[in-house]
């Protein structure tokens, strides 16, 4: 956990069903100094400043760098606390937001900083994340194609790509072929003889994008 709590902004609403309790536990997560401020806005009274952060529905949480939507316990918002800063909490964000639908607001996060890029890749390397959040964490890491961001992670693609799952391997390949790195090419070509026949085929694709690299 970081040094310094995080900020939270709460939006609220006359009526919603929600919002005290939301109020009440991150009253208390003030009280434990597991937040630093705790700033509240009622909805109703201030529109332009639901409308100035895109808020739609109440409750409306912005809690350091994440935003969460709608009811949360003492418990969750403890949690959300402690990993608000660190990059084991951006995998659980981020993770977070691909499962809720929220692929826009991840693409909007990661370019904010794409130093976020590289705990996307505990995801890729966990096992049990599903399909549909393999795919989508892919896809953010995709669109830094031949770009310095994504070359930055050629070290933990290169651990990856020695990884004892055959999926993370053929992964790892993956990305390190759209790096567009010269230095991505020894652990590529490391791959080619790889058990899995799947990895091998992925290994041949991205050394043929590694050979259109400069």
Not at 3 to 17: E, M, S
Request: some cysteine; charged content about 20%.
């Amino acid at each position: 956990m970081s040094a310094t709590p995080p900020d939270a902004l709460l939006f609220i609403n006359p009526g919603c069903a929600h919002c005290p309790a939301v109020l009440q536990a991150l009253g208390e997560l003030v009280k434990q100094t597991l937040i630093g401020k705790l700033t509240v806005v009622n909805i109703a009274a201030h529109p332009e400043q639901a409308a100035e952060y895109g808020v739609r529905a109440a409750p409306w949480l912005r809690l350091g760098d994440f935003t969460l939507t709608g009811a949360h316990s003492l418990a969750e918002l403890r949690q959300w606390t402690e990993w608000a800063s660190g990059e084991e909490g951006t995998a659980h964000y981020v993770e977070h937001l691909l499962k809720e639908g929220g692929y826009k607001q991840a693409v909007a996060f990661i370019s904010a900083d794409t130093q976020r890029l590289k705990p996307l890749l505990a995801i890729i390397a966990d096992p049990e994340a599903t399909i549909d959040v393999r795919l989508g964490v892919s896809a953010l890491l995709e669109a830094y194609t031949n770009t310095l961001a994504l070359q930055k992670l050629l070290p933990q693609l290169a651990e990856l790509s020695r990884h004892a799952d055959h999926r993370m391997r053929a992964d790892a390949c993956h990305l390190l072929g759209l790096t567009g790195s010269a230095a991505a090419r020894s652990y590529v070509a490391a791959c080619l003889n790889d058990a899995s026949d799947e990895v091998r085929e992925i290994a041949e694709e991205a050394m043929k994008e590694l050979a259109k690299a400069k």
